[in-house]
Nanobody, 124 residues
Framework: QVQLVESGGGLVQAGGSLRLSCAAS????????MGWFRQAPGKEREFVAA????????NYADSVKGRFTISRDNAKDTVYLQMNSLKPEDTAVYYC?????????????????WGQGTQVTVSS
């Protein structure tokens, strides 16, 4: 069983930056592909970014490409999402997800484990 805990959310002004962290229990991060999703009130959960098991391949939603960067440190059992040039449209609860596979995917249903979420609010 993989347990995920997100942290790093908060309130920032437009144009600011935040770095989200996702800590996994045990030595599990190296065994799973990881993804970040977000969900705003009244909207469906949407894909943000993903990274494969080894960290050698990444994918991003068009809405965040060039602004967000996903990375992982398997030695620390942690995955990160660096968010720069934040916009009010980025406001949402951000969820970390893990998939027991080599290749990451943007499909929500393909992930096996989810964190509790962390709130990101971007003011104008």
């Amino acid at each position: 069983q993989v347990q995920l805990v997100e942290s790093g959310g908060g309130l920032v002004q437009a144009g600011g930056s935040l770095r989200l962290s996702c800590a996994a229990s045990g030595r599990t991060v190296s065994s799973v592909a990881m993804g970040w999703f977000r969900q705003a009130p009244g909207k469906e959960r949407e894909f943000v970014a993903a990274i494969n098991r080894s960290g050698g391949s990444t994918n991003y939603a068009d809405s965040v490409k060039g602004r967000f960067t996903i990375s992982r440190d398997n030695a620390k059992d942690t995955v990160y999402l660096q968010m720069n040039s934040l916009k009010p449209e980025d406001t949402a609860v951000y969820y970390c997800a893990a998939r027991r596979a080599e290749i990451a995917t943007m499909t929500r249903g393909a992930y096996d484990y989810w964190g509790q979420g962390t709130q990101v609010t971007v003011s104008s």
